[in-house]
């Protein structure tokens, strides 16, 4: 057992909705249970949930929260100190936790998001982060731990959509939106099982780096509100076969314009809101499967784990800030400049 020196802990902590109200102190190091590791942490990736969270806004979970909080939900570190009971890890393993740590496996149930971290529940902001042993997954040595922390919920969600939900196969097409974590591990994952990928932006500056990780076409949905016609055109009339839709209300429109017959579309954000109303007309027409998709099972995140380290796939970094510099770092999450993940270093 490798007991931390101090019996404090530095956190992050959200005590008011708003990035004014964040802030980094100490807290009690408290006693681990026989199930239990204790995780060093050493990065944590930042989601848009957890901007949403700190300004109060998100809808599913504000009525579970209570501050203060600490937020996030992703993070990487080594386990230095195991309960008793835990049979799982040793000391010195690389390990990520899981998003929802109650979620081990089979389909998602409602009760599981009364364990998300950094909503329901403190999250892994902090120098020391202790939990159950079913709610981490070891992670491979080819990947640093900054690298690690990005793949709980953006890397997970892109997986669950295009192949436990979607069974995506080689040769068939798949739509990505934006440049945001999700999208890129989506566009990353796609391209590794022998897929075509398209992508839409609203960025000049991104079609370059999008082309370069792989995208066949990339559409500028500023300069082509109706961008479900040039999908339409770069697939000879078909569509494409899976949408990864982040926007919502906003795209989802569109996602069905540009999916084809008998397509999926996965619906894992809302970017755009949560509102209005949907023609069903096209989706009974065209047989399309639309499904929500929230991050993803313990069981899920070791059999991605299996690819990542098979394929040698390497997460995209974009940012990376101090613990200090949460607020920061959640602004420039907002502002939309990012391609692929924000880091925080621990």
């Keep these: ?30 006693p681990l249970r026989h199930h239990d590791i204790r995780v060093r942490v050493r990065a944590a990736s930042l989601n848009y949930r957890d901007l949403l969270v700190a300004l109060g806004h998100h809808p599913s979970h504000v009525r579970d929260i209570r501050l203060p909080l600490v937020p996030l939900s992703d993070c990487a570190g080594e386990v230095i100190e195991i309960g008793r009971a ?34 329901a529940v403190d999250g892994v902001l902090a120098r020391y982060f202790s939990g159950h042993q079913r709610g ?22 892109a997986w669950n959509a295009l192949f436990e939900v979607a069974d995506l196969k080689p040769g068939e097409t798949v739509l990505v939106q934006g440049s945001g974590g999700v999208s890129i591990f989506a566009l990353q994952f796609a391209l590794a099982a022998g897929a075509r990928v ?44 899976h949408v990864v839709e982040t926007g919502g209300a906003g795209t989802i429109d569109e996602s069905i314009k540009a999916t084809a017959i008998g397509g999926s579309i996965s619906l894992v954000g809302l970017l755009t809101g949560a509102g209005g109303r949907l023609d069903m007309l096209p989706i009974l027409a065209k047989t399309l499967r639309i499904q929500g998709v929230v991050a993803g099972s313990v069981e899920m995140f070791e059999r991605m784990i299996g690819m990542i380290e098979h394929l040698g796939i390497r997460p995209v970094i974009d940012e990376a800030f101090e613990m200090q510099d949460i607020a920061a770092a959640l602004a420039y999450l907002k502002s939309g400049r990012h391609l692929g993940k924000v880091i925080i270093k621990v």
């Design 1 to 30: 057992m490798i007991v931390p020196e101090e019996r404090a802990n530095l956190v992050a902590q959200i005590d008011a909705f708003g990035l004014e109200h964040l802030r980094v102190l100490e807290r009690p190091l408290l």
């Design 86 to 119: 835990v049979d799982r890890f040793q000391l010195g393993d690389r390990v990520s936790c899981a998003q929802m740590p109650a979620w081990t496996a089979g389909p998602f149930k409602p009760e599981q998001v009364h364990s998300a971290l950094g909503g």
């Design 136 to 157: 981490f997954v070891k992670i491979p040595e080819a990947l640093s731990l900054e690298e690690a922390a990005t793949l709980p919920t953006a890397a997970l969600t």
């Design 198 to 241: 398209f992508a839409i932006t609203g960025s000049a500056a991104k079609v370059g780096r999008l082309e370069r990780l792989g995208a066949e076409h990339v559409i500028r949905y500023d300069r082509e509100p109706e961008w479900s016609r040039a999908v339409l055109e770069v697939t000879g009339g078909a569509g494409v076969d």
